[in-house]
């Protein structure tokens, strides 16, 4: 679990990102690319620690693989009338 609040932020961002480029049609390894490449952005820019890095990595990755976060919402139908 998150507790910095700047790792919670990166987090927020990434996962958000990573919903917007499923729906413009990126799939798991462009996703998976674009995470290493996040992840590899933030090693070598020090904005966090490293254990708060890898800390972020897990959880993006969990978020990554978990088949709910990136599941369509199931529209209503429209109703007819009967009258």
Known sequence: ML???QTIRHYQKLT???VEMWQRGYRTDD???YLDGYLAAMRHSNILEPYL???LEEEATRFLYD???FEMPVQ???ESDYY
């Open 3 to 5: 507790q910095d609040t």
């Open 16 to 18: 958000d990102a990573l």
């Open 31 to 33: 996703l998976r690319l």
């Open 53 to 55: 890095i890898h800390r």
């Open 67 to 69: 088949p709910y976060n």
């Open 76 to 78: 209503p139908e429209p």
